[in-house]
């Protein structure tokens, strides 16, 4: 260790060199940092979204870029979203004939498909395989755009970005999502029933018509609409992740990446908000 | 120091137009983080004439540009268009000021995913709806064949070369027949060959359309090919500007030694 420059004497106390006062922060810098992050994260969302509803509210209306957008999102996604469903619908056939068979309940096995496959499991699926598909893709495309300054040309051409590029991908997204989530349902309810009537005979139409008996519109449409706002999520994540993208290639990973798990994250707890919400609003 | 319109009076090809203030820049400053990278800086263009603004990398001469189309805010100062203040207009208001601009950006920022043609076609898609899709399909023709590149119509910008993107972005540019002509660094990265070529048709565009332009370059020997004035900035600010001949008989020891350097 060094001994700083100055020797002990034998006896005689040597003088303490001078030291400067350093106080403590009042809060330790790197979670000030991270909380102001976070703040200002939120802050820069708010102004994305305004700057993004005011561009779509006002013409010139994008169309052709909408119909292009719709293609990307939905037609695209359709057979991911296809077989996701078709999967699901087959898992959770095979676990509700297990769990109601030790409960004596088989009879209750078309609603409870039904029913689970229309409330839970076909819109969060949708909503997370349409997020790793289109947010992704979203994400990494205008991250693309903004650091080789396409995104700046638009702009420089007197075209708002916003208008052109987030609203209308926002907009494909909320507009898809429930009709994505239609499909992967109509998928999961025709395997669920194929993996049932490989093991006991069931037809379907008796299956449908057990399922859905006494089924109401509040029991699938809010369940169903409920996805509009997974496609807000994605749509409103990726393209404000991939509009501030900074720092070339490396910047437009992050993006995609950071695209897909935000709107993932936010997807489940949004979930957990309107779950609660349809409950409440349609009893 | 000679404001713009002081030396450009003394050019030998300055038009007679020169004093309509098209593009007026008074002491901007703009910093970025504890960074400050322009430092007061005042320019002048006025129709039919070209400014170089020359300078080492880093020394602020692209953000000019981009404080100058709006596309970054000054943290101090003032740029008006034909006399309109920038400060304070919204995306919509400004777009109005950006149809009368062409920015060609150093590296070309050609769409991707377009075809050289729908690259040319895109800003009169938005701004000349009236127009009918053959009448525009005429225009990018037209477009392309005054910067040679008529027969890459239909290739994507990753097919051609860097100084055939320089070349459509031109074309893109100038598509709108804007009265202002914004230009980073468009000889930047090509042979010497290309950016004689690209500087001939800078010149002839110049000639026929009489835009204020304002060039941001590396090249001093393109600078003096097609500007009537060059300004030189050292530090976030203006250490000279005037003719080449200014700039030569100028004893300011950065200017020498940036002369002797090119």
Known sequence: MSDRGFKATSGVNPALPRQR???????????????????????ELGIF???????AATPPYEGRELIRQLDEVGSKSLPLVAMAGAAIGVVVSLEARYSLSRFGAKSMFPATLVYSVIQVMGPIITGLVVSGRVGAGMGAELASMKVTEQIDAIEASAINPYRLLAATRILACILMLPLLTLAADACALLTGWFAQALVEPLSFHQFISSGFNGATFDAVLPHTLKTAVYG???????????????????????????????ASLFIILADVVMVKFILVAFP | MPTAYDTSMKQKDAPAQAAVPFVAADTLYKSFGTRRVLKGISLCVGRGETLAVLGRSGTGKSVLLRLIVGLTTPDS???RIQGQDLAGLGLDQLGEIRMKMGFLFQHAALYDSLTVGENVAFPLEHHRREMSSAERGDLVIKLLEEVGMEDARHKMPSDISGGMQKRVGLARALALEPEILLLDEPTAGLDPISSGEIDDLILKLQRERQMASIVVTHDLHSAKTIANRLALLNGGEVAIEGTFEDLQQSDIAFVAQFLKSS
């Open chain 1, 21 to 43: 006062i350093v106080h403590a922060p009042l809060v330790n810098a790197p979670s000030a940092g991270l909380v102001t992050g976070f703040f200002e994260w939120f802050g």
């Open chain 1, 232 to 262: 807000l999520i994605i749509g409103v994540i990726a393209c404000f992740q991939g509009m501030r993208t900074t720092g070339g290639a490396a910047g437009v990973g992050r993006a995609a990446t950071n695209s897909v798990v935000l």
């Open chain 2, 77 to 79: 100062g003032s740029i």
């Open chain 1, 49 to 55: 979204c305004w700057r993004v509803l005011r561009a």
